[in-house]
């Protein structure tokens, strides 16, 4: 029995976290948040960061879901 992506429900990818459409987005999300904080020269925190990105209209949607759910945890 597979399990569940958190987020949508749809069967996880192998040695992920998340469905392959969330495990794409988590991996965008934290290739970015690393650049952004090299940036803002380590002066961004991960909540900063991810508060950002949900405000931003380019953010996709998969990269939202993904913020909202670090964000929850």
């Not at 970015?32 to 090299?38: A, F, H, L």
């Amino acid at each position: 029995m597979f399990e569940k992506c958190p987020i949508c429900g749809e069967p996880k990818k192998e040695n992920g976290n998340f469905c392959k459409v969330h495990q794409k987005a988590y991996a965008n999300v934290i290739e970015m948040r690393d650049r952004w904080t090299k940036a803002f020269g380590g002066g961004l925190t991960e909540k900063g960061f991810l508060e950002k990105i949900l405000s931003l209209d380019e953010t996709g949607q998969a990269a939202k879901q993904v913020a909202e759910h670090m964000l929850s945890r």
